[in-house]
């Protein structure tokens, strides 16, 4: 059964840092190339963050380069998305996404409720 389960999401200051984590299962997660978007409300579920399969290469959106850094462990089978410096306008539903080198297959998790405000 595959599983990408979310966690870290919260409340988080202005200005401030959280570290979201997608713990995954069900599949060789090395083969995947992976992902964090996110969705505010009203608004088109957009790319955040995408790490390929073995981590060497990574790209931000533009609105987040430089503060959120994406890191994976396949030791793990787990991606991570460190987001420093938050702003309101971070505030939205953060999901993972996993995507095969190989096949068409394509997993979503169930998302991770992210809200910076004092």
């Known amino acids: 059964q595959v599983q990408l389960v979310e966690s870290g999401g919260g409340l988080g200051q202005p200005g401030g840092s959280l570290r979201l984590s997608c713990a995954a299962s069900?599949?060789?997660?090395?083969?995947?190339?992976m992902s964090w978007y996110r969705q505010a409300p009203g608004k088109e579920r957009e790319l955040v963050a995408q790490i390929s399969k073995f981590g060497r290469n990574a790209n931000y959106a533009d609105s987040v380069k430089g503060r959120f850094t994406i890191s994976r462990d396949n030791a793990k089978n787990t991606v991570y998305l460190q987001m420093n410096g938050l702003k309101p306008e971070d505030t939205a539903v953060y999901y993972c996404?996993?995507?095969?080198?190989?096949?068409?297959?394509?997993?979503w998790g169930q998302g991770t409720q992210v809200t910076v405000s004092s």
């Open positions: 996404k996993a995507v095969s080198t190989m096949t068409p297959r394509v997993y």
């Open positions: 069900g599949f060789t997660f090395s083969g995947y190339t």
